[in-house]
């Protein structure tokens, strides 16, 4: 029997996999955890695991970049219509998407997975480009979980650092960022339906719940962010180990007792909303569930530079013995 390291950000829906409930044929899984901040950050530094956990962007920069990884068809994150929470300054003239274009928006750091979602809603729906907007990120350098891979964004797209010490809440309150999308919550800040309720600050959205739900339907799927890697050499090295994976969360997820499909960022979706919108037999295991939604990641990725040696093919992504998944 084979040792096999699986390291995530959270069990979350995979539980089972952690509580030994489930087990993988052939395999000694020894299971950890390590918060996102450091995990995603950590996986591309040292590359010291068998199976983690890792953003879509930062897996398709690294085959990209002849890393030794190849994706399992396990989505462990997905958003819901992430850009309907963009949250905006009263003063700053924007009361449509469109009218973003020229602003400062502020973002916890331009590469993450969930603002490649954001970007696409906001040009295919409203003809805002991402070199029309003034970025500005939180994440200093060093906390960045792409620029110590070699990740810069495409040219002509203005993105800034905020000054040392400030945080896109305070700055977007006093008036100093025109817009927010994608507001990650910390320690000791408020939350994004607190920043939502300051005199200074309103929703882009005014039924952001509505533009949720529409936008999802429309679209066929939700957005991933997060999913399963492991070593394409170990994987090629044992025949039949991804696909074993992959059945083990499929069942892991079968075993979980967490009623959401989706949890949107600042508002929340009934039981019945959620299967409405997932549709009847939503599962975040297998590609041929994924494959609407990582098609038109591979070319989002490709277009906003994360795999600038060309567009890569699903084929190239997932292991071969799961394509059929």
Request: charged share 25%; aromatic share 8%.
């Amino acid at each position: 029997m084979r040792d096999v390291r699986l390291v995530m950000g959270h069990p979350g829906r995979f539980k089972a996999l952690f509580d030994g409930r489930v087990a993988v044929d052939g395999v000694n899984l020894k299971t950890s955890t390590l918060p996102f901040n450091d995990l995603f950050r950590v996986i591309p530094e040292n590359d010291d695991f068998d199976v983690a956990e890792l953003s879509t962007t930062a897996l398709l920069w690294g085959i990209d970049h002849g890393r030794d990884w190849i994706a399992l068809p396990i989505i462990t994150g997905w958003a819901f219509a992430s850009h309907a929470d963009t949250v905006c300054h009263v003063n700053a003239g924007i009361a449509k998407p469109q009218e973003l274009k020229g602003k400062k928006v502020g973002v916890p750091e331009y590469p993450v997975a969930a603002i490649v979602w954001i970007r696409d809603a906001l040009e295919s729906k409203y003809g805002v480009r991402p070199q029309d907007i003034r970025w500005v990120e939180e994440r200093t350098p060093k906390q960045s979980h792409y620029r110590g891979a070699g990740y810069a964004p495409p040219a002509g797209v203005p993105v800034e650092p905020i000054p040392a010490g400030r945080n896109l809440a305070e700055m977007l309150i006093a008036g100093e960022l025109d817009a927010v999308i994608r507001y990650l919550e910390k320690p000791k800040q408020m939350s994004l339906a607190e920043l939502g309720a300051q005199p200074s600050v309103k929703w882009l959205y005014p039924d952001r719940k509505a533009e949720g739900i529409a936008h999802c339907k429309a679209q066929g799927y939700f957005d991933p962010i997060h999913l399963m890697i492991m070593k394409k050499s170990l994987a090629d090295a044992n025949p039949g180990l991804a696909m074993a994976l992959v059945r083990a969360f499929s069942k892991a997820y079968a075993l979980s007792e967490d009623p959401n499909v989706v949890v949107p960022a600042s508002y929340a979706l009934s039981s019945d909303e959620q299967r409405d919108v997932a549709g009847a037999g939503f599962s975040p295991v297998g590609v041929n569930a994924q494959r609407k939604a990582m098609e038109r990641l591979l070319v989002l990725a490709h277009r906003e530079g994360y795999t600038p040696g060309g567009q890569l093919a699903l084929e190239r992504v997932f292991h071969e013995s799961t394509l059929q998944s």
